[in-house]
């Protein structure tokens, strides 16, 4: 496997809250940007996917927040593939300030292929190929 997909980003004022930290609903935005571009990089563009009438729905997620962003500060999210199994396919996300990788959240988000009827699908061989790079062991 290779090292995690990952973007860097800096926080935003408007994405503070009255305590003058990351609002916790932001985290979310940061983390879907993520495995959007994640998607995309790998070569599964969720709007070709869409154009054929099916979908890849997250189902769940999992956020522990450990500490908070302020203002400026620049940090990096993760995007990992931990498991791959019928239609689900779960990622590990991690944010880490940047500099120096100090955790700020730890994600794992879980993602189902719909098919054109809305109905849980099978990951497809070609599919799963996409994945494999990122996937993690363990």
Same mark, same amino acid.
């Given at each position: 496997?290779? /090292?995690?997909?990952?973007?860097?980003?800096?926080?935003?004022?408007?994405? $503070?809250?009255?305590?003058?930290?990351?609002?916790?609903?932001?985290?979310?935005?940061?983390?879907?940007?993520?495995?959007?571009?994640?998607?995309?990089?790998?070569? #599964?563009?969720?709007?070709?996917?869409?154009?054929?009438?099916?979908?890849?729905?997250?189902?769940?997620?999992? &956020?522990?927040?450990?500490?908070? $962003?302020?203002?400026?500060?620049?940090?990096?999210?993760?995007?990992?593939?931990?498991?791959?199994?019928?239609?689900?396919?779960?990622?590990?996300?991690?944010?880490?300030?940047?500099?120096? /990788?100090?955790?700020?959240?730890?994600?794992?988000? &879980?993602?189902?292929?719909? /098919?054109?009827?809305?109905?849980?699908?099978?990951?497809?061989?070609?599919?799963?190929?996409?994945?494999?790079?990122? #996937? &993690?062991?363990?």
């Amino acid at each position: 496997m290779s /090292d995690p997909f990952s973007l860097e980003f800096q926080v935003r004022d408007y994405e $503070l809250d009255q305590y003058g930290v990351v609002n916790n609903a932001v985290y979310l935005n940061f983390l879907e940007h993520a495995r959007h571009e994640f998607l995309i990089a790998i070569g #599964l563009d969720a709007a070709r996917v869409a154009a054929e009438g099916r979908s890849l729905a997250l189902s769940e997620i999992h &956020v522990v927040f450990r500490r908070p $962003l302020r203002s400026r500060e620049r940090f990096r999210v993760t995007v990992a593939v931990g498991e791959i199994r019928g239609a689900r396919v779960v990622m590990t996300q991690r944010i880490v300030r940047v500099p120096g /990788d100090e955790p700020i959240l730890e994600a794992e988000a &879980v993602a189902v292929f719909l /098919d054109e009827q809305g109905r849980p699908m099978r990951v497809t061989p070609g599919i799963r190929e996409l994945f494999a790079p990122s #996937l &993690v062991e363990g």
